[in-house]
């Protein structure tokens, strides 16, 4: 087995986790029927050594350190984009993700970053592993929901040699600044990020997370977690129910 990476879901806004299939029919009702279900605080290890942790866990009680790149950052160029991914953007160091080396990534408007140039819809399905009707299966999902950035909104990226948030290793941060629910209104302004450590690690911080959208404010209707094979059957990892 690999050297244990772990997962650490830092939650500020008691975010929920749906177990029910979003579907791509955009006039449809949204939200599954669980919606603001609970996820579990910790699991894993999986077959790849990865485990998952909230910040009520010893191991994230002191993560929480929101690092917002909206001005310093570079963007993905995906402001009031809808449906769109953009990239490869560098990663500023090989990432180690589930055995295979990843120097670049992409960002996906609904709430995703992953390693190859294709498109992530919003059919996101919980709990992982999954199949999700879509080519990537090697993923990060911080809040894979269908989300729209904002025409005052983009997702940025920046690399920093010593991470200012956690260990101090290097670290690549990827802001999703504001961005809403599709179904929400214009200023819901939403806004999370990813922290991508050079050790494997990745912390999911949440600064705002609800809008006018109750079905899908903090996480209602969204997947949260990482994900690591476009085999059949993804690697499991562990499971947010």
């Known amino acids: 087995m690999r050297k244990i990476g772990f997962l650490m879901v830092v939650v500020l806004f008691g975010m929920g986790f749906a177990t029910a299939e979003v579907l791509e029919d ?105 199949t999700q009707g879509y080519t990537p299966q090697v993923f990060i999902a911080p809040y894979h929901d269908d989300l729209v950035v904002q025409a005052d909104g983009e997702i940025f990226y920046e690399t920093f ?17 504001n961005v809403r629910a599709f179904s929400g209104a214009d200023g819901d302004n939403m806004d999370f990020e990813v922290v991508i450590y050079d050790d494997g690690s990745v912390v999911l911080l949440y600064q705002q997370s609800s809008g006018s959208d109750a079905d899908q404010n903090n996480g209602g209707s969204a997947t949260v977690g990482i994900q690591g094979s476009d ?5 499991p990892w562990g499971r947010l129910s």
Do not use: R, W
């Open 26 to 130: 955009k006039d449809m009702s949204p939200g599954p029927s669980n919606v603001n279900a609970l996820p579990e605080a910790v699991g894993g290890p999986d077959d790849f050594g990865y485990i998952f942790a909230d910040n009520a866990e010893a191991a994230c009680a002191d993560l929480f350190t929101y690092v917002d790149i909206s001005t310093t950052g570079t963007g993905a160029g995906l402001a009031g984009e809808d449906d769109s991914h953009a990239g490869p953007f560098p990663m500023g160091f090989s990432l180690d993700f589930y055995g295979t080396p990843q120097t670049e990534f992409y960002v996906g408007t609904n709430g995703t970053v992953y390693f190859i140039d294709e498109y992530l819809g919003l059919a996101n399905t919980c709990p992982l592993p999954a």
């Open 161 to 177: 040699a010593a991470c200012p948030v956690g260990n101090g290793g290097q670290c690549t941060v990827v802001q999703f600044y």
């Open 231 to 235: 085999a059949a059957a993804p690697v």
